[in-house]
């Protein structure tokens, strides 16, 4: 069974930055896609990037095309997302998983973003 732990969190005014990482244990996830999700309050967990096993052809949801990047090190079992130009609503939990969910969800990471 595989293990998350997301990191990296906090709170930034509008415009900020930051960097999610994702570590895995319990086994290599070099051969799945993997995705960053996020959950705000009230609404469904949905899905905000996904990678594919080597680093190639990243997706992004349309609402954080051109400000955000998944990418991973497989030698570290750990997929990282690189925020910028941060906006209020980007404000929710961040998890990463297997890009169809198929582990136990992590804690996440709460990410706030004040205008």
């Known amino acids: 069974q595989v293990q998350l732990v997301e990191s990296g969190g906090g709170l930034v005014q509008a415009g900020g930055s930051l960097r999610l990482s994702c570590v895995a244990s319990?086994?290599?996830?070099?051969?799945?896609?993997m995705g960053w999700f996020r959950q705000a309050p009230g609404k469904e967990r949905e899905l905000v990037a996904s990678?594919?096993?080597?680093?190639?052809?990243?997706h992004y949801a349309d609402f954080v095309r051109g400000r955000f990047t998944i990418s991973r090190d497989n030698d570290k079992n750990t997929v990282y997302l690189q925020m910028n130009s941060l906006k209020p609503e980007d404000t929710a939990v961040y998890y990463c998983?297997?890009?169809?969910?198929?582990?136990?969800w992590g804690q996440g990471t709460q990410v706030t973003v004040s205008s």
């Open positions: 998983n297997d890009r169809s969910s198929r582990w136990p």
């Open positions: 990678i594919s096993w080597s680093g190639a052809s990243p």
């Open positions: 319990g086994r290599t996830i070099s051969s799945y896609f």
